[in-house]
C-alpha cells in the first residue's frame, strides 16, 4: 500500500462551507479534484452520502467537477442547514448571522429555544456548530470559554465570512441536491447509474474508533453494508477511513484498492489517511 508523497495543507485549500465540521475533508480537495480529473469527462451526478460539511460536493459543484451533486444527511439538525442553503431562505440565513448580537445570553436563549421553521433550525445549528467546542454537534458537547486567542464565543464566529459563503453557495444551488436521510440506502439506490459517482466518507467507528462516536450524533454504522452497497455500484466511488486492519481486510475481500494518503492538519502535524476505491491509479497526480 504505497503512500501519496505530497502532504495536503488544509490552509492552501479554499474554504467554502460554513460549517467547521469535526472530520471535515477540505484537505482531501486536491485529491479529489485528481479523481475527478482522470475520468474522461465529468459525470453527470456525484453523490455525497454522508455530507456533514459537504466540501467535497461544494468543491465539485462550485468548480464544474460534476453536472450535479446530491448531498445525503441523516442528521434532521444539519440537512435543515443544507435545506436553507439550496432554497429561499438562504438570504434570509446570510441576514440573520450578520445581524445576531453575539453574547452568551443570546447564544443560550437561541440554542434552547424550539425553532418553528426549518431556517430557524437550520441558524440555531450553525450557531451551536460556531459556538461549540470543536463545531461539535453531537450531545455533551460544550460552549467554548476561551476559545481562539481569548475570544471565547467569538472564536469562530466571522458573520461576514459565514454570510459570503452562504451567499456564494446560493449562486450554485441549482447544481445542488439535498436529501435528509440513510447515506448506505441512498447508495444502493442510485447504484445502477453508470453516470453517477459516490464520494464516501462515514463517521469513523470501525473496529470501536471512538471519535466517531464523540463527534457524530448518527454514529452507528454497518460498515460491511456500506462495503456491500458500494461493490454494488456501477459507476465509480472513492472512500475514505480512518486506517485500520479491519478495513484494510474488508477491502481486500471486495477486491478494492487500498492508498495511504497524508494532511497536514491545521496544528501542522501530519496525519495519514485511507482511501479505498476501485482503480486508485490516479493518486498522487493531485497538483501536478
Known amino acids: 500500500m504505497k503512500p501519496s508523497p505530497k502532504v495536503v495543507n488544509v490552509a492552501s485549500v479554499p474554504q467554502r462551507s460554513p460549517f467547521r465540521y469535526p472530520g471535515g475533508k477540505t484537505w482531501l480537495v486536491p485529491h479529489i479534484r485528481a479523481w475527478l480529473a482522470s475520468r474522461p469527462a465529468p459525470p453527470a451526478l456525484l453523490v455525497e452520502p454522508f455530507a456533514g460539511g459537504g466540501i467535497v460536493g461544494l468543491t465539485a459543484a462550485f468548480e464544474g467537477l460534476a453536472e450535479k ?147 457524530y450524533t448518527h454514529h452507528q454504522l454497518d460498515h460491511e453494508a456500506l462495503f456491500a452497497a458500494a461493490a454494488h455500484t456501477a459507476g465509480d466511488f472513492l472512500m475514505t477511513y480512518d486506517y485500520s486492519e479491519e478495513i484494510a481486510a474488508l477491502a481486500q475481500r471486495h477486491g478494492f484498492q487500498t492508498r495511504t494518503v497524508a494532511m497536514k492538519n491545521t496544528h501542522h502535524a501530519v496525519m495519514s489517511e485511507l482511501l479505498v476505491g476501485r482503480d486508485l491509479r490516479w493518486v498522487g497526480s493531485e497538483g501536478q
Open 69 to 215: 451533486v446530491l448531498l445525503v444527511e441523516l442528521d434532521e439538525d444539519v440537512a435543515a442547514v443544507w435545506q436553507t442553503l439550496v432554497g429561499d431562505d438562504n438570504d434570509w440565513l446570510a441576514e440573520r448571522i450578520l445581524s445576531f448580537d453575539l453574547t452568551e445570553e443570546n447564544v443560550r436563549r437561541t440554542l434552547t429555544a424550539s425553532p418553528s421553521y426549518v431556517r430557524e433550525r437550520a441558524f440555531r445549528t450553525l450557531l451551536r456548530n460556531r459556538t461549540y467546542h470543536g463545531g461539535i454537534l453531537a450531545a455533551g458537547a460544550s460552549l467554548l470559554r476561551s476559545g481562539e486567542n481569548g475570544r471565547g464565543l467569538k472564536s469562530r464566529w466571522y458573520a461576514a465570512t459565514l454570510a459570503r459563503r452562504i451567499r456564494a453557495i446560493a449562486s450554485i444551488r441549482d447544481r445542488l441536491m439535498i436529501l435528509c436521510g440513510d447515506g448506505v440506502a441512498d447508495i444502493s439506490r442510485c447504484a445502477g447509474d453508470r453516470d453517477a459517482v459516490f464520494f464516501i466518507d462515514p463517521p469513523y467507528t470501525a473496529a470501536g474508533k471512538r471519535p466517531g462516536r464523540r463527534l
